[in-house]
């Protein structure tokens, strides 16, 4: 099993574009989330996505959007990047809810000038 | 507020000699718990948790943690440190709203010095 995957791994963008974020689980696993680690601040939750066909905002969910097209995929749209979104963003998943452990994506490092 | 805190920001400590990562939370209700390691240029991985019962849990790589609800404690411990263990920490508390989201703290640096 590959666990949970995302692509890309790095990506440099201008302020002003968008790109989306891809994460896809092999674990039949129900939850997925999409979180950011900033130095000093932890990871904060962005969105998260119960079940299919569901998905409710977190934290710091301004600026993204996201689309859980299945079970396994759950992507992350930024429309209008902005240098505040800098980050290294990471993918996770769980069984069922965010209290079964959640298994987490290499993640992708983002920099937008 | 509901959160969790982790007062320091770098733990060094001798290879061979006890480590402990502190942790203190803030939540509504029974608390759940949990540890995650982060290691350079990787996701965060699982090593324990506590929901209900013992106190004292036990989890991977010869971590384990204590529960202290007086003092709404949780801190990650391991009784002889290895160079492998220089990794980043995390707690993490599950919150009593949003669909048993967690908030995780700031996250510790630990270095073992060999």
């Known amino acids: 099993n590959a666990g949970v995957t995302q692509t890309p791994k790095f990506q440099v963008l201008k302020t002003g574009q968008s790109m989306t974020l891809q994460c896809a689980q092999d674990m039949n696993h129900n939850s997925m989330y999409w979180y950011r680690q900033d130095p000093g601040m932890g990871l904060r939750l962005i969105y998260y996505?119960?079940?299919?066909?569901?998905?409710d905002k977190g934290e710091v969910p301004n600026g993204y959007n996201v689309s859980r097209l299945n079970k396994r995929e759950f992507s992350l749209r930024l429309e209008s990047a902005a240098p505040s979104q800098t980050s290294v963003y990471f993918c996770a998943s769980s069984e069922r809810t965010a209290t079964d452990t959640q298994y987490f994506g290499p993640g992708t490092r983002l920099t937008v000038l | 507020a509901q959160s969790v805190a982790q007062p320091e920001d770098q733990v060094n400590v001798a290879e061979g000699n006890p480590l402990t990562v502190k942790c203190t939370y803030s939540?509504?209700?029974?608390?759940?718990l949990f540890w995650y390691v982060q290691y350079p240029n990787r996701g965060l991985q699982f090593l324990l948790k506590?929901?209900?019962?013992?106190?004292l849990v036990k989890g991977s790589y010869g971590f384990e943690a204590e529960f202290n609800k007086s003092q709404t404690s949780f801190h990650l411990k391991k009784p002889s440190a290895l160079v492998s263990d220089s990794a980043l920490y995390f707690c993490a508390v599950r919150l009593s709203y949003g669909n048993n989201r967690l908030a995780f703290g700031k996250g510790n640096q630990v270095v073992v010095i060999p």
């Open positions: 996505s119960a079940s299919e066909g569901t998905t």
């Open positions: 506590y929901i209900t019962g013992d106190n």
């Open positions: 939540v509504s209700g029974n608390p759940y």
